[in-house]
């Protein structure tokens, strides 16, 4: 089992540019979701997902685009980068929240820089 | 969900017992204790999770005040690969969706 695999591990772009970064799971889990981490800061959830076909916002989803065409995928664009997205993003994914309570699997990140 | 309430940094001595608290005096009913850690700038890592009742696993243990308002995580013999920041998280039990809200944590630096 894999689990969460993100990629690429470092990615550095320019201002304007768009990018995907990419998110598998090998669980059969349903819910997927994407979080920034800024330095010395904790996490902020930007998008998730509780199943294939469906997305919702976070806290901070300007700037970022999700959507969820397969279970095991989750991508997440950003369409124009901006030096304010510069930051280290996770991607998590668990069984569904309905009728219990299950722990997030976490990827090990992707770290970002705008230039 | 509730917020919680996490000191920002503690120090414990290799070998002896970390005790990590947390508060959380608007909990309700239906929400549960989560505990995770990041070492260094890996994924976050889960460690335990309670509702009302004391849990222990391999890792770690998990006491909650019986009014539910706080709670603290345990680590019995602290190693220095235990050295991360500490997340403690509550969460309802929604029927849909799981937005877990991390908050800053608490770094703990085990000393040898």
């Known amino acids: 089992n894999a689990g969460v695999t993100q990629t690429p591990k470092f990615q550095v772009l320019k201002t304007g540019q768009s990018m995907t970064l990419q998110c598998a799971q090998d669980?059969?889990?349903?819910?997927m979701s994407w979080y920034r981490q800024d330095p010395g800061m904790g996490l902020r959830l930007i998008h998730y997902s509780v199943g294939a076909g469906i997305t919702d916002q976070g806290e901070v989803p300007n700037g970022y685009n999700v959507s969820r065409s397969t279970t095991e995928d989750f991508p997440l664009r950003l369409l124009s980068a901006a030096p304010s997205q510069t930051s280290v993003y996770f991607c998590?994914?668990?069984?569904?929240?309905?009728?219990?309570?299950?722990?997030?699997?976490f990827g090990n990140g992707t770290r970002l820089t705008v230039t | 969900d509730a917020k919680t309430t996490q000191p920002p940094s503690m120090d414990c001595a290799e070998g002896r017992a970390a005790n990590l608290p947390c508060n959380h005096s608007t909990i309700s009913g239906n929400e549960y204790v989560y505990w995770y850690r990041q070492i260094h700038s890996q994924g976050p890592q889960y460690i335990i999770h309670g509702l009302k009742n004391n849990e222990t696993n391999e890792m770690a243990s998990l006491i909650i005040t019986e009014d539910r308002k706080s709670s603290t995580l345990i680590l019995p013999h602290a190693t220095l690969r235990d050295t991360a920041v500490y997340y403690c998280i509550v969460r309802s039990r929604d029927n849909y969706g799981q937005n877990f809200v991390f908050g800053p944590g608490t770094r703990l630096s085990v000393l040898p």
């Open positions: 998590a994914s668990s069984r569904s929240g309905q009728g219990g309570i299950t722990p997030l699997h």
């Open positions: 669980m059969n889990h349903e819910y």
